[in-house]
């Protein structure tokens, strides 16, 4: 037994340093650069995911959607000077956005951010504004329902299942991972 696991130690060590356990060698013995990292996979959330957001502390940070962003969809979210709110009670803050703009991301722009946790009379919220919410006619550039949240060991929210409600096209609920 400790003869074979001192073989495999062996061979994996060769393996190693000759470079086949992270190239592809061709038959003429010409080793190829290894294959590119994948991108991270979307992953899926919806009602029920996670915990239900009653509150936003521990909210301030960048978010990246993994996987492929819908073009016109949220691509990534830092959230930055939330005013931090009682259970409850809406908070609001600073934000920059960015969305998917075909093959690229669009550049990002500010906006303001109103959170707004789960209570009796309505689903948890996150809404973002050109220009504020304190003008007659916010510019709205996304009403989101936020399904669930994930907590780390610390208290920051890790990631958000959102779902966007001001669009017309399908969408479906996805994550936001804190990067």
């Known amino acids: ?11 994996i060590a060769c393996a190693e340093k000759s470079g086949e356990g992270d190239a592809d060698t061709s038959e003429d013995g010409v080793h190829s650069a290894p294959a590119p990292a994948a991108a991270p996979a979307a992953e899926t959330c919806g009602l029920g995911w996670g915990e239900d957001p009653t509150s936003f502390s ?17 691509k990534t979210l830092t959230l930055t000077n939330v005013v931090k709110a009682a259970a409850h009670i809406s908070s609001e803050g600073d934000a920059k956005l960015t969305e998917e703009c075909g093959s690229t991301a669009c550049a990002a722009i500010d906006v303001r951010a109103s959170l707004l946790p789960s209570n009796a009379a309505m689903n948890p ?5 050109a220009n504020g919410f304190t003008q007659p006619r916010p510019d709205v550039r996304g009403a989101y329902n936020v399904l ?3 907590r780390a060991a610390s208290g920051e929210i890790a990631k958000l299942c959102l779902y966007r409600l001001d669009t017309q096209q399908p969408t479906e609920p996805f994550v936001m991972r804190r990067q």
């Open 148 to 150: 669930g949240l994930e």
């Open 58 to 74: 521990g909210v301030e940070g960048t978010y990246g959607r993994a996987g492929t962003t819908p073009s016109g969809q949220m």
């Open 125 to 129: 919220m996150l809404m973002l504004s």
């Open 1 to 11: 037994m400790l003869v074979l696991l001192v073989g495999a130690l062996g061979l």
